[in-house]
Nanobody, 120 residues
Framework: VQLQASGGGLVQAGGSLRLSCAAS????????MGWYRQAPEEQRNLVAT???????NYADSVRGRFTISRDNAKNTVWLQMNSLKPEDTAVYYC???????????????WGQGTQVTVSS
């Protein structure tokens, strides 16, 4: 199982970016999916999560500006980021709890990270 994230880049403050992350390989089902971010010399922090039923959770710092969504059939999650601020600059990591084919337990997976840089 692999999580492949894409969509990062450089944007001016006030701009928008859309991140995507697709789970591929021997995926039976994906439960909770989400995004985390890590700025230089800081710990990795939750940005947003979404359940298979579409229930969402956001960090206070992004609520109202970011929107997480998913396609269960495609095991894909997106993060629409609007009104970006310089403090949103970080490496963004996709995260998912997945049952691989042939197993019955949930395993946590991480994507490779994608850089988001917001200039002032």
């Amino acid at each position: 199982v692999q999580l492949q994230a894409s969509g990062g880049g450089l944007v001016q403050a006030g701009g928008s970016l859309r991140l995507s992350c697709a789970a591929s390989g021997s995926v039976n089902s994906a439960r909770l999916m989400g995004w985390y971010r890590q700025a230089p010399e800081e710990q990795r922090n939750l940005v947003a999560t979404i359940t298979t039923a579409g229930r969402t959770n956001y960090a206070d710092s992004v609520r109202g500006r970011f929107t997480i969504s998913r396609d269960n059939a495609k095991n894909t999650v997106w993060l629409q980021m609007n009104s970006l601020k310089p403090e949103d600059t970080a490496v963004y990591y996709c995260n998912a709890y997945i049952i691989p084919t042939g197993r019955w337990d949930w395993i946590e997976y991480w994507g490779q990270g994608t850089q988001v840089t917001v200039s002032s």
